[in-house]
């Protein structure tokens, strides 16, 4: 993005580092400085070893080590001078004003002209900091309020001030749009702005209620959870995760900040527990545990809670909630529940939604500003103001004014209404005013959202859809459960290939799913395996190889554009694709060892092609042999698309999107510049050395079982991958084409599907979510 080339961060905390690393997986390079510890030999030493943390960090802060190396690491008594080099200054320095501001006055006369300031904070005013500083100083700063871990966490908070420059703003939203991939909400100059704004009194509101109602935490977990569509960690979980120890200061920042009369103060109230569980160390999962612990005594790991009412742990139990279950899925049902679930349900999340109406007008101005700030800051499946039309507004009213509490004014100002609606084929949001608007994207983003208001799909079945995107472009969306591959996505797959071939000129297969492809359903292959439908299984596995290698020779080229997980069968179809265009959280692995089968869609195929020609090795056919066989025998998975580059799950020349939300655009277009000449690929040859090669992989297996490394059914599974990329019974004077190794895989697969082996791996990842080590 032109405007930033080069970064700089001050302050090499948890918060300061990630955002350096997360500058530098956008290929962006960067300085983290932080000060000089006293009496230290080396005086960069808190960056540098920011830096090596996060080499470690699990999950990791860099989406490839390799990215480290655009990160100059220094402190800021010596290397100040680095500043004028940066068009971006992030300040991540401890919350204290005098330390901030003693720090701006020294960025000011380091920096160059016209270079943007930010502050991390979220709880000092942007009009403090900035006071008492210069008139230029003041144009070019801004409040960047990124969340932790800022790689994952796609929500930034920008906050301008009255000298603020309009360009100053648009420069750093556009970079944190198009390279950073954040979502980029403008708040106003308020306490905790909007995420933490509402998401700390959600999450104070839910402990004080808890307590009061004396529930199990594991009740209020299930209850403020996946029902009203928040993660499963629900509140208690959550906390643990973010830490127990930042409750309180947190809290006490809030109640300080905000105007007395706002109603945070009627439930920031001491909760002695929590206080008790920090000074003896439970601060969460970064301590000994929080709410949450596991008992190790004795050499076991047992799962405990703690009880609120005695504050002693106690085993963790599973939540029986009578009121979720007779609710389904009616919100207003849960909360009118006549029993301590229903009333618990109501009190947090009815006094949370009524506390974000009150925010409309001050924290932000827009309805959409505020939902999407809680959908990406606290991973809330709808934000607030789309609960509030799950209830209906009238609803929400009625029961407020029941209870004798007051109504926010845009609750009244919507009565009858919704605060969303489509018209004209349009999502609109209702105003400050009172009158509908277009619910507008950022210029050059397309989401098949937008695209279903208006026009019916191409194609359809129960498993997947064909949609016109426009420009002669074919979208092929995944619907299945966790969008895995299923004989209903293979037949409208087929059935796609040939409408595009008449209708359209390129193809884009992606999904708004949370992933793009869990890989094929295991529990239509386990049935099949139970009744002894071998054939049936084995005809599957075949529609599979013909589909994507029909995919591959199309006339017309294929993009694959993936986002989260691409597993299995959903790796094997973007091996066959033309190009890629993925989301840099992109997750891509052959895990079919896991439930004791190889990957039979051309996985191995296609893998053992890709490390042959476009692997740095040394020459001959067992480098590339050797390497997909790692691959592949360990399930590995690349935790990101920079990290799928590497293991060549994706090419070289394969393209990254930062934002989720520029992906299908981003697709779209790769997909255009291919059609002009555009030819399929030739079918790939291989000269593979057979049983000579399957013996050499056989014996480091065999060397991994005797150091307890590898599993008794780990060698049958990898002997059978060990024959597939061998290439069977062949030597190196034999020419193989694609249809050989098809064939191998499936007959590999279909031998390891009848192993009870096989199938007791497959029942476990099933039941359990887990693989077997059997």
């Not at 105003?431 to 026009?455: A, F, S």
């Amino acid at each position: 993005m032109a405007g930033i080339n080069k970064v700089a961060v001050i302050g090499a905390g948890v918060m300061g580092a990630g955002i350096a690393a997360h500058v530098a997986n956008a290929g962006v390079p960067v300085v983290l400085l932080d000060i000089v510890p006293a009496g230290a030999e080396n005086r960069n030493a808190i960056a540098e070893g920011a830096v090596a943390r996060m080499l470690k960090a699990d999950p990791a802060p860099f989406m490839s080590k390799a990215a480290a190396r655009l990160v100059t690491t220094g402190n800021t008594e010596d290397h100040l001078g680095l500043l004028a080099e940066c068009d971006w200054i992030v300040e991540a320095v401890i919350e204290r004003l005098d330390i901030k501001q003693a720090l701006y006055a020294r960025i000011d006369a380091a920096r160059k002209p016209g270079s943007v300031v930010s502050s991390n904070t979220s709880t000092i005013p942007l009009a403090a900091l900035v006071d008492g500083l210069g008139e230029g100083f003041a144009a070019d700063f801004c409040i960047t309020h990124f969340f932790n871990p800022p790689r994952y966490m796609r929500l930034l908070e920008v906050v301008g001030g009255a000298k603020t420059r309009p360009e100053a703003l648009a420069t750093v939203s556009a970079f944190a749009d198009h390279r950073l991939g954040k979502s980029v909400v403008s708040c106003k100059d308020r306490p905790g702005f909007i995420a933490n704004r509402l998401g700390v009194y959600w999450l104070q509101a839910a402990v004080a209620e808890a307590v009061d109602l004396d529930l199990d935490i594991e009740e209020a977990d299930a209850i403020i959870g996946r029902p009203v569509g928040i993660p499963k960690t629900g509140v208690f979980g959550l906390l643990d995760l973010v830490g127990l120890d930042l409750m309180p200061h947190v809290n006490a920042s809030m109640a300080q900040a905000l105007p007395k009369d706002d109603p945070f103060h009627a439930i920031n109230r001491p909760v002695p527990l929590v206080d008790r569980l920090i000074a003896e160390g439970y601060t969460g999962r970064k301590g000994k545990g929080g709410f949450y612990r596991l008992n190790r005594e004795g050499g076991r790991k047992d799962k405990e809670a703690i009880d609120l009412a005695s504050g002693r742990f106690r085993p963790q139990r599973r939540a029986e909630v009578a009121a979720v279950k007779a609710a389904g899925r009616k919100l207003s049902a849960l909360f009118d529940h006549d029993s301590k679930h229903g009333r618990y349900a109501w009190r947090v999340m009815g006094a949370t939604l009524t506390y974000a109406a009150t925010l409309l007008g001050d924290a932000a101005d827009a309805v959409d500003a505020i939902d999407e700030a809680m959908r990406l800051g606290y991973n809330w499946k709808f934000g607030p103001f789309e609960l509030i039309d799950k209830l209906g507004v009238d609803w929400l009213v009625a029961r407020l004014e029941a209870e004798g509490r007051a109504v926010p004014a845009i609750l009244r100002k919507a009565a009858g209404r919704p605060f969303y609606r489509i018209k004209a084929g349009r999502r609109q949001v209702l105003g400050l005013d009172g009158q509908y608007r277009d619910v507008l994207r950022p210029d050059g983003v397309i989401m098949l959202e937008d695209i279903k208001l208006t026009t019916e799909p191409v194609l359809k079945n129960g498993s997947a859809a064909l949609w016109d995107i426009g420009d002669g472009v074919a979208c092929l969306e995944f619907t299945s459960k966790m969008n895995s591959m299923d004989p209903d996505i293979m037949d409208l797959l087929n059935k796609s290939i040939r409408r595009v071939k008449k209708d359209f000129k390129a193809l884009v297969i992606y999904n708004e799913g949370s992933n793009f492809s869990a890989g094929a359903n295991l529990g239509l292959a386990l049935f099949a395996a139970n009744i002894a439908a071998w054939t049936e299984i084995e005809n599957m596995v075949a529609q599979g190889q013909e589909t994507y290698r029909a995919l591959k020779y199309a006339p017309f080229p294929v993009v694959g554009a993936p986002s989260g997980m691409a597993l299995g069968g959903g790796c094997e179809i973007l091996l066959h694709c033309d190009a890629v265009q993925a989301h840099a959280e992109t997750y891509v692995g052959l895990v079919e060892v896991g439930v004791g089968l190889v990957p039979a869609w051309g996985g191995c195929k296609e893998m053992l092609h890709r490390w042959a020609t476009l692997g740095r090795l040394p020459k001959g056919p067992m480098p590339a042999i050797g390497k997909v066989f790692e691959i592949v025998s360990t399930a590995t998975v690349a935790k990101s698309a920079a990290e799928a580059k590497e293991l060549l799950f994706l090419r070289p020349d394969d393209g990254i999107t930062m934002n989720r939300y520029r992906l299908l655009a981003d697709a779209k277009a790769r997909a255009l510049a291919l059609v002009d000449n555009y030819a399929p690929p030739e079918p790939p040859s291989f000269v593979l050395p057979g049983p000579a090669a399957k013996v050499a992989m056989d014996m480091a297996v065999g060397g991994f079982r005797r150091l307890g490394k590898a599993t008794p059914h780990d060698e049958v599974v990898s002997g059978a991958l060990a024959e597939v990329l061998s290439g069977g019974d062949t030597d190196v004077i034999e020419v193989l084409d694609e249809t050989a190794l098809l064939d191998l895989e499936r007959s590999r697969f279909m031998r390891l599907v009848r192993h009870p082996g096989s199938l007791a791996r497959t029942e476990a990842m099933l039941m359990t979510g887990k693989p077997l080590r059997n």
